[in-house]
């Protein structure tokens, strides 16, 4: 079992840049696919990125594509997000999930196991 724990989100303007952490306790996080997905009010919870336990694979969604870069540091057990060129549409909940088959990027939240609390990401235009 793995705890997440997201933190780093919070009010930024048009253009501006955030940088999402995720701090995984428990089972080394080497053993799990990670990923970012988000939530605004009213929509479904979306894929956003995700990289594989060996972190050979990154996959990204076509929305944030050149703009989001997940990464991983494993001596600190800990996931990031880097957004820059951020969108008033980016505006959401972000939340990091960690899924045991660590050798597919599964985009369907309902595969993911376990979940951090989420960090709200606000976008003013």
């Known amino acids: 079992q793995v705890q997440l724990v997201e933190s780093g989100g919070g009010l930024v303007q048009a253009g501006g840049s955030l940088r999402l952490s995720c701090a995984a306790s428990?089972?080394?996080?080497?053993?799990?696919?990670l990923a970012w997905f988000r939530q605004a009010p009213g929509n479904e919870r979306e894929f956003v990125a995700g990289?594989?336990?060996?972190?050979?694979?990154?996959s990204y969604a076509d929305f944030v594509k050149g703009r989001f870069t997940i990464s991983t540091e494993n001596a600190k057990n800990t996931l990031y997000l880097q957004m820059n060129s951020l969108k008033p549409e980016d505006t959401a909940f972000y939340y990091c999930?960690?899924?045991?088959?660590?050798?597919?990027?599964?985009?369907?939240?309902?595969?993911?196991?376990?979940w951090g609390q989420g960090t709200q990401v606000t976008v003013s235009s």
């Open positions: 999930a960690a899924n045991p088959n660590r050798f597919f990027i599964a985009t369907n939240p309902t595969t993911y196991n376990y």
């Open positions: 428990g089972r080394t996080f080497s053993a799990y696919t």
């Open positions: 990289v594989t336990s060996n972190s050979d694979r990154r």
